[in-house]
């Protein structure tokens, strides 16, 4: 860069002005004076050079009296050179965070931890342990399950079980529209799916129907319809330990009470055959019936009942205070089938992903296996998750539902059970609402923090790997250190 100026000091030179040599000596005494220029004299020959007036002057000293012209040319002012690289913009100072949680992340219970924080309100990343990696998310896959349901189904949308006329004389056909929370206790009883429609409604809806065409034989014959779900009722991938201690049901479009011995509790027994448990009590509520079997409602048939499910408001509250798995198979299945995607588990993937595409956020990476997170082979980005939490928090849509039914810390669902924020992590009571998860190779939690310093955080935990129910208070733990630090956590 040249950074010569010119001298405001000196005079314009006017062309071809003719001046005495001893004016001209004056004048070039003067010049190396104030410019304290170095001249070099060769065979009597003065040459220099006055950088940046635009004058040169040039002559033969011959004496006193003899005059020098004084030659002078207009000198171009220089352009910038466009090539000439511009230095960037300097980048302001990042905050130094100094709130470290190294200690609580080293806990060797945590086996194989991923984990990562953002603040709410800006988005910036604060705490990053993996994030950008797809992994198994346990039950938080949940959480997916019912934003795409919000999105693709919407808040108010019920699933109908209905009765139509049956191809033959005496026959009814039951057909199941996916709603597993259907009941077979007597209408008004609480099961634990409050809301739910019950099997002696239904019954009595197709008495009434029935008598009123004298035409009609008595009832005799009970069909099944199932075929709104299809493919395998079990995933192959999941562990028969589920259904085996009360934590999942088969995947059919008929059941009643999720299939459960006992509908008023959460975790209880469920059979290898939800639909024939479905049959054989609708079957005992209508009477009469001698026979029942598998089979298809006729094309066009008369509608003779139908009862309608809790609102996808009301399953997204149950699929997540208390993380149940048939509910959010329900909800996952509901979606494929209204996307277009189709009706079994290998369906689930697109519709899960068509719904999230809504909240505008990259799924690149995640894969849905199924509804619940149960399968190993379910992969999300934790990165992913505080993202999604962000427009949660915000109540983006119809996603305030989705926040209002995760379970809180100490307060609420999952996390107020007494294994969970107990001890020192009891600080942080009720200022975590975040969704549990837990399978054999891992546990998890993800969710929003209201921190101590007053910011919102969002986070999301995974603890893989050879890991025991010890993972759950070491989750807390460091959740409770992001608590603790807010906005001022380090990422050391």
């Not at 931890?113 to 198994?136: F, I």
């Not at 014959?221 to 085996?244: C, M, N, Q, Y």
């Not at 509908?263 to 001698?290: C, H, M, Q, V, Y």
Request: aromatic share 6%.
């Amino acid at each position: 860069m040249d950074d010569r100026k010119d001298d405001p000091t000196l005079e314009p030179a006017q062309a071809e002005t003719a001046v005495t040599a001893g004016a001209a000596s004056a004048r070039f005494g003067a010049f190396v004076r104030k410019h304290r220029l170095t001249l070099s004299i060769t065979g009597g020959v003065l040459a220099f050079a006055l950088l940046g007036t635009g004058a040169v002057f040039a002559g033969a000293a011959t004496g006193a009296g003899e005059e020098v012209a004084v030659a002078t040319r207009s000198t171009p002012t220089p352009t910038p050179d466009a090539a000439r690289p511009v230095p960037a913009a300097v980048a302001p100072a990042s905050r130094i965070r100094t709130c470290s949680v190294a200690d609580r992340a080293a806990d060797g219970r945590l086996a194989n931890l991923q984990a990562h924080v953002r603040n709410a309100a800006t988005g910036e990343a604060l705490y990053d342990r993996g994030a950008a990696t797809p992994s198994r998310t346990a039950s938080v896959m949940k959480v997916l399950t019912a934003a795409a349901a919000l999105s693709v189904l919407g808040p108010d949308h019920r699933a109908a079980t209905t009765v139509v006329k049956g191809a033959e004389p005496g026959s009814v056909v039951l057909v199941g529209g996916g709603d597993v929370t259907l009941s077979r206790t007597p209408s008004g009883t609480t099961t634990v799916y409050p809301g739910a429609a019950h099997l002696d409604e239904l019954a009595q809806q197709v008495r009434s129907a029935w008598s009123a065409d004298p035409s009609n034989p008595p009832l005799t014959k009970l069909v099944l319809d199932a075929s709104f779900f299809g493919g395998d009722e079990w995933h192959p991938t999941w562990d028969l330990i589920e259904r085996e201690d009360g934590y999942m049901s088969n995947i059919t479009a008929l059941q009643v009470d999720g299939d459960r011995d006992s509908p008023s509790s959460n975790t209880s027994w469920r059979s290898p055959d939800p639909i024939a448990r479905a049959g054989d009590a609708f079957a005992s509520e209508l009477g009469g019936i001698s026979v029942i079997e598998r089979g298809t409602a006729p094309a066009g048939a008369a509608q003779l009942g139908r009862v309608l499910s809790p609102t996808v408001a009301e399953l997204v509250d149950k699929a997540l205070v208390v993380s149940d798995n048939s509910v959010a198979e329900m909800l996952a299945r509901l979606v494929a089938i209204e996307t277009g995607a189709g009706n079994d588990f290998s369906a689930i993937n697109a519709g899960v992903l068509e719904g999230l595409a809504a909240y505008g956020l990259d799924t690149t990476g995640i894969t849905v296996v199924d509804g619940s997170g149960l399968s190993d082979d379910n992969a999300v980005p934790p990165a992913y998750l505080t993202q999604l939490f962000v427009k949660i928090n915000a109540r983006e849509g119809n996603l305030g539902i989705l926040m209002d039914g995760l379970p809180v810390s100490g307060q609420r669902g999952s996390l107020s059970y007494n294994d969970r924020f107990q001890g020192e992590n009891a600080v942080a009571s009720g200022a975590v609402s975040a969704k549990t998860g837990w399978i054999e190779s891992g546990y998890t939690l993800s969710g929003v923090i209201r921190a101590q310093d007053g910011s919102t955080l969002t986070f999301a935990i995974y603890a893989l790997g050879d890991v025991t129910d010890e993972a759950k208070q070491a989750i807390d733990t460091l959740t409770t250190g992001f608590f603790l630090c807010g906005d001022n956590l380090s990422n050391q």
